[in-house]
């Protein structure tokens, strides 16, 4: 499984940002879905999730600014960021998981800086 994230950038608190996730290879054998995000001397903690059935656990911190979703038929999954923070500022990562070996696959990381 391989995964491309994109969309990050520069943004002004209160603003917006979607970011994308793009999935290829093995996608059937996929359980579920993430965004995970790391600050300058953080450790990266989990944003979202989603399993294959569509539930979906939000970090306190995010819910109701942050929404995930994703399309099927394009492999890709999404967060859309509203009402951002300067505190939101980090690299994000999408993560996918499997019962079967490997794991855990990560996207290479998109920048999300929010300005106050």
């Known amino acids: 499984v391989q995964l491309q994230a994109s969309g990050g950038g520069l943004v002004q608190a209160g603003g917006s940002l979607r970011l994308s996730c793009a999935a290829s290879?093995?996608?059937?054998?996929?359980?579920?879905m993430g965004w995970y995000r790391q600050a300058p001397g953080k450790q990266r903690e989990p944003v979202v999730t989603i399993t294959s059935r569509g539930g979906t656990n939000y970090a306190d911190s995010v819910k109701g600014r942050f929404t995930i979703s994703r399309d099927n038929a394009k492999n890709t999954l999404y967060l859309q960021m509203d009402s951002l923070k300067p505190e939101d500022t980090a690299i994000y990562y999408c993560?996918?998981?499997?019962?079967?070996?490997?794991?855990?696959?990560w996207g290479q990381g998109t920048k999300v800086t929010v300005s106050s």
């Open positions: 290879g093995s996608i059937s054998s996929i359980n579920g």
């Open positions: 993560n996918a998981v499997r019962t079967e070996f490997p794991y855990s696959f």
